[in-house]
């Protein structure tokens, strides 16, 4: 039981890697690749919460934005360590946030005192599982959407 559970969980979240990917062009596979995954260039802005005991942590929120990604993981670049292994990443699919589970595999320091991670993701967070995601996903959904700023405050003032 327990394998299918996990199996579902990689094939949710690999579906919805491919959907982020084929929205843009393609880049071309470098043929000195060794990977068993291909990786597709792709620069996304990203929300980074990191999990403490179990739980997002909303107030430790980073941003970043992918450098590549494949069907089962992602590297992202950020301006500041994340300490934490575990963490929800929020990627804008069309018009609205979605959040999916990862561990960091590693980190490092790269040129400009940035830092780059490369994560596995485990799952995809439903909306709704931890009420800080579903807030903070709907305050990203209004980053893109033309509506009256006031309303974004008032979703901000529940945090």
């Known amino acids: 039981m327990f394998f299918f559970k996990n199996r579902r969980k990689r094939n949710e979240v690999n579906a919805f890697m491919r959907r982020l990917a084929d929205r843009t062009t393609p880049s071309l596979r470098n ?18 919460i990191p999990f403490i005991d179990e739980r997002p942590n909303v107030e430790l929120t980073a941003f970043g934005v992918t450098k590549n990604l494949s069907s089962l993981g992602a590297a ?8 934490s292994d575990l963490i929800a990443v929020g990627f804008w699919n069309e018009d609205y946030c979605d959040f999916i589970q990862g561990e960091i595999r590693y980190r490092k320091p790269v040129e400009g005192g940035y830092w780059q991670f490369g994560l596995q993701l485990r799952e995809v967070i439903p909306r709704g599982e931890y009420r800080v995601l579903t ?3 709907d305050m990203a959904d209004r980053l ?14 529940n945090i």
């Open 31 to 48: 043929d000195s690749e060794t990977r068993q995954e291909l990786r597709v260039n792709r620069s996304l802005p990203v929300l980074l």
């Open 135 to 137: 807030l903070l996903g």
């Open 144 to 157: 893109t959407a033309d509506e009256d700023p006031a309303a974004f405050e008032s979703v901000f003032a």
């Open 76 to 83: 992202i670049l950020t301006q500041r360590p994340v300490t």
